[in-house]
């Protein structure tokens, strides 16, 4: 059980800093957009796994989506971003922490159901 859960922590880590890299190569992103993204990655990065079951956010993840420009964040969503995370469980966290997310609209490539 304490090995599994290394594993997990140790990917959690490495898709952290893996994002924050993708992320902060990005030279288009204002200040604003930027600022919030150590704090998504930080609070929401749990949720947003590719592998597990789909997670109600918690209160803190949900106050950092809130607060999120989610055009300015869109922008930054690459193809390698997509790989890294769920966008299901992406659109699945903002939605149940309030966010109103339109069908049809699109998050990098991903196009929101």
Known sequence: MAIANMKSLALTMLMLMASIILISEN???SAQCQG???????KCS??????????PPSAD?????????????????TQAVENMIS??????VGRTCGLSL??????GSYTFP
């Open 87 to 92: 966008m299901d469980k992406a659109v699945y």
């Open 36 to 42: 919030s993204i150590p704090n998504l990655i930080s």
């Open 27 to 29: 030279h288009k992103v």
């Open 102 to 107: 339109q069908s049809g609209e699109k998050c």
């Open 61 to 77: 993840c949900c106050a950092v989506v809130m607060g999120l420009d989610i055009p300015c964040v869109c922008n930054l969503v």
């Open 46 to 55: 749990t949720f947003v796994q590719q592998t597990g079951p789909e997670n």
